[in-house]
């Protein structure tokens, strides 16, 4: 098994995707229940965010494990930095 960026926070991102999985599973009984369609769009846009963090979270936790040596200090302010800039891109 190899050691992946995530693997300290890997309880956490299982939580994550558990919780957007019960959003889809929710959203797939409002269709079923024929729910007034905006109040679907809005729950599909909570599961896309939802899912959006987890992203988040593995790349902050990939660049924190894979970019180039230096100091912890520089390998944690860089990986923030990367993450607040893909952030501003995955706005929508």
Known sequence: MTNQ??????????????????????ITRMVAEDKYCIDVLTQIRAAQAALDKVALELLRDHAKHCLSPGSIQDH???????VGAISRLLAR
């Open 5 to 26: 960026g995530y693997t300290d926070n890997k309880d956490k991102v299982l939580k994550r995707l558990t919780r957007a999985e019960g959003q889809i599973r929710g």
């Open 76 to 82: 944690d302010k860089k990986a923030d930095e990367l």
